[in-house]
């Protein structure tokens, strides 16, 4: 796959979109259907040759790309999701050291990819199964990704599900972020690099 501030630009995006799903989830009980469709699907397309790909279209990502917007111009609307994702690129690196879970995510996610293809990457069979795939594996690393919300909510089977389901997403973007040469010093030298290309990608 190529690498290039374009790609690590959709893929922080796809990392923001998943992580802003899961915030309203916990906080209201409800998902928005595209970019849930979006997550999940990028979750099931190991295979692809570039990181627009992993998305289906850079055009689903526009809610992602302006999330990044707002945080590299540090003006966020949200400032506990910008928490939440760079906790999720910081287990991303504790992940991509375990080679064994990495193995088995993969092998769960290409279960999830053959029910997904007979039902669809939404389908509620598929969020339970990338939900158990991540309580089993990703969830054991430590610290885990701790997510606040209503208790309400959080109480409830399928809310859980799907929240863990969309935080495989995010760690699948915060994967195909390093593996375009991605790191923490993006965000220090690269913001106005990046900025340029939301503005490009968002017209």
Known sequence: MKS??????????GVLQ???????IADTGQSEAAPVDVALASVLRLEADTAEAVYG???GLR????LLRDHLVNNPRDEALGKLALAVLQLERRFSRDDA???KVGAGISDAADTAAKLGSSHPDVIS????????TISQLSPRIMVQGNP???GQAGVVAEIRSLLLAALRSAVLWRHS???LLDFVFRRRDMAAVINARLG
Do not use: N
Request: aromatic share 4%; glycine share 12%; charged share 20%.
């Open 181 to 183: 040469g991605g790191s």
């Open 18 to 24: 998943a992580l802003a799903q899961v915030r309203r």
């Open 57 to 59: 279209d850079a055009q």
């Open 129 to 136: 199964q990338l939900a158990e795939l991540y309580a089993g």
């Open 63 to 66: 809610q992602g790309l302006r």
């Open 101 to 103: 879970m990495a193995a």
């Open 152 to 154: 309400h909510y959080l």
């Open 4 to 13: 290039g501030i374009d790609d690590r630009v959709l893929a922080l995006a």
